[in-house]
């Protein structure tokens, strides 16, 4: 695209994406963006043979559907994780410059011991909505606030109840995110076994040795239990509340009506029903009820990039395609992160030849929770860019897969320039460090790609196989 000012504004207001702008244009500022809509919807639509439309996906969001596992940050704070190579899918003077903003740990007070067991309705209508994956997504951040005096188990149930885990400490709790992965829904909905699996999974040894006990039925939706049974799970409940176990009964629905089933169960335990739909909601929740903790890090924070004009020639943000005037005006749009939560920005970047060291400066700003406005600065140097591909911080590899994706997705102008497609994508997935396909989100992103891929194909030529 050419850099010039009145090509860029009707460039995005054309196109919907960011344009190349001059380095003079130093500074921009974005949001940390954490919403997974269009690969959510991605996901979704393939599982049905089909594709969303080029308007349904933007990059930020696929951008966010990736663990880029950033090194941990302080307790109660933000830490920023920079790293820059190649662009393999732009032109050879291009450069991919990543900037991360990391969550730590909510703060916690006190030492007592958590023992949580879940008690997880895997049913046909669990599928509905990826409402399954929504428990996934929201379990797979609750995992790494649990310490390892916690302990944690798993009773899935449809027709038939087992447990998958006892009695886990929070030190291994991946073992749990690890057995989600494996679940499929199927069947119908068996809550008298479910429960009564669960209840045997609360007293055990390791469970009565913690001060905070709790039991969480998850489910979508739930027949009414016959008469005959509901003294049974009553006495059931009563003895685990006695016990010192609390009881609790999570919808995941996406309105704010629950059936029958769930409110009598509900009743039984003396409580009432929490609804949740998406993954933030049930994470947030349980981090309030099941660990007493605050998990909100980052309230009103913004990153912003003041890039040196002196080495830089030009940039190009991947998304965040919301102003009028090709990213040239700063957004006053702010994030709240919670708990290990992360946004990441990505640029392609020209830097000038024998240009200073100093590339750019990332700012981060935000309200702490008790409301005091705190910021890091952090300087990215030209040192910080590798020449190679596989030199590359995984972070960086994962991003660069995820933004080319949705640009070919969404029929980006510089994918259509570049005659970029998801086979070569995918193709770029197969050479990234091997330690990336060792992580959950990326072989997960890849494979809804893969399934992306045979949808077109199978859209475009109906005799494809």
């Known amino acids: 695209?050419?850099?010039?000012?009145?090509?860029?504004?009707?460039?995005?207001?054309?196109?919907?994406?960011?344009?190349?702008v001059p380095g003079t244009l130093r500074r921009s500022r974005l949001p940390l963006w954490t919403t997974t809509d269009s690969f959510d919807r991605l996901r979704g639509e393939v599982a049905q043979r089909g594709l969303p439309s080029p308007r349904q996906i933007h990059v930020e969001d696929m951008l966010a559907a990736m663990d880029y596992r950033y090194a941990r940050a302080p307790e109660g704070r933000l830490a920023i994780r920079a790293a820059a190579g190649p662009s393999v899918f732009g032109d050879d003077q291009a450069k991919l410059l990543q900037v991360g903003v990391q969550a730590g740990l909510p703060k916690r007070y006190g030492s007592a011991s958590s023992h949580i067991t879940l008690a997880l309705d895997v049913s046909d209508s669990m599928r509905w909505n990826d409402r399954l994956e929504t428990v996934r997504g929201a379990l797979r951040q609750?995992?790494?606030?649990?310490?390892?005096?916690?302990?944690?188990?798993?009773?899935?149930?449809?027709?038939?109840?087992?447990?998958?885990?006892?009695?886990?400490?929070?030190?291994?709790?991946?073992?749990?995110?690890?057995?989600?992965?494996?679940?499929?829904?199927?069947?119908?909905?068996?809550?008298?076994?479910?429960?009564?699996?669960?209840?045997?999974?609360?007293?055990?040894?390791?469970?009565?040795?913690?001060?905070?006990?709790?039991?969480?039925?998850?489910?979508?939706?739930?027949?009414?239990?016959?008469?005959?049974?509901?003294?049974?799970?009553?006495?059931?409940?009563?003895?685990?509340?006695?016990?010192?176990?609390?009881?609790?009964?999570?919808?995941?629905?996406e309105r704010d009506e629950v059936n029958d089933g769930l409110d009598d169960l509900a009743a039984l335990a003396a409580g009432t029903v929490d609804v949740c739909h998406r993954d933030d909601q049930l994470h947030v929740w349980m981090c309030q009820k099941l660990l007493a903790l605050s998990p909100v890090v980052a309230r009103d924070a913004r990153l912003t990039i003041d890039f040196n004009p002196q080495a830089v020639e030009a940039y190009r943000l991947f998304g965040h395609e919301a102003t009028t005037a090709g990213g040239t005006l700063l957004s006053d749009e702010t994030s709240t992160l919670l708990a290990t939560q992360s946004g990441t920005a990505l640029y392609e970047v020209w830097l000038k030849p024998d240009a200073p060291s100093l590339v750019?400066?990332?700012?981060?700003?935000?309200?702490?929770?008790?409301?005091?406005?705190?910021?890091?600065?952090?300087?990215?140097?030209?040192?910080q860019f590798r020449t190679a591909w596989r030199e590359m911080a995984l972070p960086l590899q994962a991003a660069a897969i995820a933004a080319e994706a949705a640009e070919v997705l969404r029929q980006s102008p510089f994918c259509s320039v570049r005659d970029r497609d998801l086979r070569e994508v995918l193709a770029q997935a197969e050479e990234v460090n091997p330690r990336l396909w060792e992580r959950d989100s990326f072989r997960r992103f890849i494979e809804v790609l893969r399934k992306s891929e045979a949808t077109r194909r199978g859209l475009e030529n109906p005799n494809w196989r």
């Open 360 to 383: 750019a400066t990332a700012l981060v700003t935000w309200n702490d929770e008790e409301g005091e406005r705190r910021a890091i600065r952090q300087e990215i140097h030209r040192s």
């Open 142 to 253: 609750f995992v790494k606030l649990l310490r390892p005096v916690d302990r944690i188990s798993l009773v899935v149930f449809n027709e038939e109840a087992y447990a998958m885990l006892e009695d886990v400490p929070g030190y291994e709790a991946d073992l749990l995110v690890g057995a989600l992965e494996t679940l499929t829904p199927r069947g119908g909905t068996n809550a008298l076994a479910g429960l009564q699996t669960a209840a045997t999974c609360t007293g055990s040894p390791a469970a009565m040795a913690c001060q905070g006990r709790h039991l969480v039925v998850i489910s979508d939706d739930m027949p009414r239990l016959p008469l005959s049974a509901e003294e049974d799970v009553r006495q059931l409940f009563d003895t685990l509340a006695a016990g010192g176990t609390n009881i609790h009964v999570v919808a995941m629905h």
């Open 1 to 20: 695209a050419p850099i010039a000012a009145g090509f860029n504004r009707q460039f995005l207001i054309k196109e919907r994406t960011n344009p190349v």
